[in-house]
């Protein structure tokens, strides 16, 4: 469990990370929309599709890895280090996705980032103490 300011912060860093994956599909919505941007031939979007499958496992793994460490670990600077590599980690999925929608890939790689996201946020759940 950790007190409750490093709580607080992690907060203010997941909610940004989230925030920023937020805009760079809203950036990518609004430029799909105007038209603007090319789209990917099929063999680049099976490459990236693949690239984020493995990217999506990987940080599954990990978050399942770090549950655990966070777990056994009981200083709490270490903890907030673990759960920052976690939502980094699922924030870079996500980024991928929307790099992938960017480029003129399918959306539902962004979109499936933004639940891993919340999966991250799930399987590392800020649990606090009394101050």
């Not at 929309?33 to 496992?57: C, H, K, N, P, V």
């Not at 924030?91 to 980032?113: K, M």
């Amino acid at each position: 469990m950790l007190a409750k300011e490093y709580v607080t912060r992690l907060l203010i860093i997941r909610t940004s990370l989230l925030f920023g994956v937020l805009v760079v599909g809203a950036v990518t919505w609004y430029l799909r929309r105007q038209g603007s941007l090319e789209t990917l031939d099929a063999s680049q979007t099976a490459t990236l599709s693949y690239a984020f499958m493995a990217l999506t496992a990987g940080t599954l793994v990990g978050l399942f890895m770090l549950r655990a460490r966070v777990q056994r670990t009981t200083n709490a600077a270490k903890q907030v280090q673990l759960y920052i590599i976690g939502y980094a980690m699922a924030e870079s999925a996500a980024l991928f996705g929307g790099v992938i929608w960017y480029l003129g890939g399918p959306r539902e790689w962004y979109i499936a980032g933004l639940v891993l996201m919340v999966v991250a946020f799930q399987v590392l759940p800020l649990k606090r103490t009394k101050p």
